[in-house]
């Protein structure tokens, strides 16, 4: 028992971030902690991380000489690097350091992103599994609370945002709700195609079902983006394996909840996917509203004034909110502090030559990650990976959701 224990250390330690996360967004929720106690926790676990990290490379580099840096490592090291620069150069070094108030995601939030994803490329290919069941749990729990808090049905607190309810989970916010949905689905999806034991297909197929309602229940278009673009990718494969009637039930079940859902006028996605249709024709012909996309394009035009005079070092991690004409970028009514595009983000508070490392992080072991997922059945690795990057063309990372992402990138890994 101590030797299977000794032997999965890394798989327990990565289990225990996921809880961790969990468990602070739920404190968040519940009033029981400050979202600032949140984000300064993250500092001393950013911190933890990093030595688990050190132990990991001197035990296989100087004991186990199993160890050779690779391109990823070399490329997340420059991201790490670019992000002290652009905390130097910050508007307000303090907050690129250690975030906004009642954001905390400064440099010592991307440096627990990337050591959660250092960590978990480490983790062996049979335990893998372990840590998506993991994810899955906590995605499963949210899904529930936020089924019950969209449907007011007393059991938990409504959410009602002028007059609009929300279902967010244990999440601050609709949208980061259902990025969270989407990787748990992700998983699901992905273990539920290549499941062969008929108690397990039954098991993955309810929690196909649960995890559908979550994300539908968060009206978040971009994860349904996200989410249809990863069952394109399941029918390739399942052409490819030959397995094509797999994925007709949980097509059936997402499909039959979007219909159901909007039905009872718990999502209002058929009017958002209609409106979006409307203003993409409009685009198309020209005619550009700022208000489009529930305004992202005027904020992506607000953000991208700023970039020219920071091309290479950036504003500084988290400092957009504060870097317009030398003050905030007010859209509307509301103060922008995150450019709703994960890439033009980067783009903006940490500089060129940072963006450039995180396309070539993503690009690399997606390539590399399709191939082997495809070769050797391990679909569910990749779908978390490529559905969280392509709803993040269109929404934000938060600390309740990014490490999921970055543990989930990990993964896709195989040293």
Same mark, same amino acid.
């Given at each position: 028992?101590?030797?299977?224990?000794?032997? #999965?250390?890394?798989?327990?330690?990565?289990?225990?971030?996921?809880?961790?996360?969990?468990?602070?967004?739920?404190?968040?929720?519940?009033?029981?902690?400050?979202?600032?106690?949140?984000?300064?926790?993250?500092?001393?676990?950013?911190?933890?991380?990093?030595?688990?990290?050190?132990?990991?490379?001197?035990?296989?580099?100087?004991?186990?000489?199993?160890?050779?840096? #690779?391109?990823?490592?070399?490329?997340?090291?420059?991201?790490?690097?670019?992000?002290?620069?652009?905390?130097?150069?910050?508007?307000?070094?303090?907050?690129?350091?250690?975030?906004?108030?009642?954001?905390?995601?400064?440099?010592?939030?991307?440096?627990?992103?990337?050591?959660?994803?250092?960590?978990?490329?480490?983790?062996?290919?049979?335990?893998?599994?372990?840590?998506?069941?993991?994810?899955?749990?906590?995605?499963?729990?949210?899904?529930?609370?936020?089924?019950?808090?969209?449907?007011?049905?007393?059991?938990?607190?409504?959410?009602?945002?002028?007059?609009?309810?929300?279902?967010?989970?244990?999440?601050?916010?609709?949208?980061?709700?259902?990025?969270?949905?989407?990787?748990?689905?992700?998983?699901?999806?992905?273990?539920?195609?290549?499941?062969?034991?008929?108690?397990?297909?039954?098991?993955?197929?309810?929690?196909?079902?649960?995890?559908?309602?979550?994300?539908?229940?968060?009206?978040?278009?971009?994860?349904?983006?996200?989410?249809?673009?990863?069952?394109?990718?399941?029918?390739?494969?399942?052409?490819?394996?030959?397995?094509?009637?797999?994925?007709?039930?949980?097509?059936?079940?997402?499909?039959?909840?979007?219909?159901?859902?909007?039905?009872?006028?718990?999502?209002?996605?058929?009017?958002?996917?209609?409106?979006?249709?409307?203003?993409?024709?409009?685009?198309?012909?020209? #005619?550009?509203?700022?208000?489009?996309?529930?305004?992202?394009?005027?904020?992506?035009?607000?953000?991208?004034?700023?970039?020219?005079?920071?091309?290479?070092?950036?504003?500084?991690?988290?400092?957009?909110?504060?870097?317009?004409?030398?003050?905030?970028?007010?859209?509307?009514?509301?103060?922008?502090?995150?450019?709703?595009?994960?890439?033009?983000?980067?783009?903006?508070?940490?500089?060129?030559?940072?963006?450039?490392?995180?396309?070539?992080?993503?690009?690399?072991?997606?390539?590399?990650?399709?191939?082997?997922?495809?070769?050797?059945?391990?679909?569910?690795?990749?779908?978390?990976?490529?559905?969280?990057?392509?709803?993040?063309?269109?929404?934000?990372?938060?600390?309740?959701?990014?490490?999921?992402?970055?543990?989930?990138?990990?993964?896709?890994?195989?040293?």
């Amino acid at each position: 028992m101590k030797k299977k224990i000794k032997d #999965n250390l890394i798989e327990i330690y990565l289990c225990l971030n996921i809880l961790f996360v969990f468990i602070n967004s739920f404190l968040f929720y519940s009033n029981t902690i400050k979202y600032e106690d949140f984000g300064k926790e993250l500092i001393y676990a950013s911190f933890i991380n990093l030595i688990v990290c050190l132990i990991i490379f001197i035990r296989r580099k100087f004991i186990k000489k199993k160890y050779k840096f #690779n391109i990823l490592d070399i490329i997340v090291l420059l991201i790490l690097l670019f992000g002290l620069i652009s905390v130097k150069y910050a508007l307000f070094s303090r907050y690129a350091l250690e975030g906004l108030p009642r954001r905390y995601e400064g440099f010592y939030a991307i440096l627990y992103y990337f050591t959660l994803f250092y960590i978990s490329s480490f983790i062996k290919k049979k335990n893998k599994k372990y840590i998506a069941y993991t994810i899955i749990f906590t995605g499963v729990i949210q899904a529930i609370f936020g089924y019950l808090q969209i449907t007011q049905s007393g059991v938990v607190e409504v959410i009602d945002n002028d007059g609009i309810i929300w279902a967010i989970g244990f999440t601050n916010n609709p949208n980061f709700f259902g990025s969270y949905m989407l990787l748990s689905l992700s998983f699901v999806l992905g273990l539920f195609i290549n499941e062969k034991e008929r108690t397990k297909e039954i098991i993955f197929g309810a929690l196909v079902l649960i995890l559908t309602i979550g994300l539908l229940a968060s009206n978040t278009l971009s994860c349904v983006v996200g989410l249809f673009v990863e069952l394109l990718i399941l029918l390739i494969y399942c052409i490819k394996t030959k397995i094509v009637k797999k994925l007709i039930i949980p097509i059936i079940i997402i499909f039959s909840m979007f219909i159901i859902l909007d039905k009872c006028n718990i999502t209002t996605l058929t009017q958002d996917i209609l409106k979006t249709k409307n203003e993409t024709v409009e685009i198309a012909k020209g #005619n550009v509203n700022e208000r489009y996309g529930t305004q992202r394009i005027a904020i992506w035009k607000g953000v991208l004034e700023i970039v020219p005079d920071n091309l290479i070092h950036g504003v500084g991690i988290d400092n957009l909110g504060l870097a317009y004409d030398g003050g905030p970028l007010i859209i509307g009514r509301k103060l922008v502090d995150k450019a709703h595009n994960e890439l033009l983000q980067i783009l903006v508070t940490e500089g060129i030559f940072c963006l450039l490392c995180y396309l070539a992080l993503y690009g690399i072991i997606l390539f590399k990650g399709t191939i082997r997922t495809f070769k050797k059945k391990e679909i569910y690795l990749l779908l978390p990976v490529v559905g969280y990057i392509v709803q993040s063309m269109f929404n934000i990372s938060v600390i309740e959701v990014a490490p999921i992402f970055y543990i989930s990138l990990g993964l896709l890994i195989e040293r």
